[in-house]
């Protein structure tokens, strides 16, 4: 924070801790005042810091980090697709999963 007063007009609030910065102040500087919810740096570096929770589903009897979900998912579809996973297209899972289900 630079301590200065002015430039209220491009002064930001930190939806995490109400500190106040200037667009201009912030490295890299903003060169306009963002849209919906900002956080000032220090709150992005707390947020990153903290420890992945797990992801999963009510039904599921284990919990997944969203990494270890998507590597279970690349698994699944390279076996069923029976092809490599980075050639298995979204829209070849889109229309087996609507064949499926239809």
């Known amino acids: 924070m630079c301590g200065r007063g002015d430039g209220e007009d491009q002064m930001l609030l930190c939806d995490g801790c109400d500190d106040a910065f200037h667009t201009y102040c912030l490295v890299p500087p903003l060169s306009e005042v963002p849209k919906g919810e900002w956080r000032c740096p220090s709150c992005v570096k707390q947020a990153c810091s903290k420890p992945l929770e797990p992801?999963?589903?009510?039904?599921?009897?284990?919990?997944?980090?969203?990494?270890?979900?998507?590597?279970?998912?690349?698994?699944?579809?390279?076996?069923?697709?029976?092809?490599?996973?980075?050639?298995?297209?979204?829209?070849?899972?889109?229309?087996?999963?609507?064949r499926l289900v239809s």
């Open 55 to 98: 992801y999963g589903f009510d039904q599921s009897k284990r919990d997944y980090t969203l990494q270890s979900f998507g590597e279970m998912a690349d698994h699944f579809k390279a076996s069923y697709f029976k092809m490599p996973v980075h050639r298995v297209t979204t829209s070849q899972v889109e229309r087996e999963f609507w």
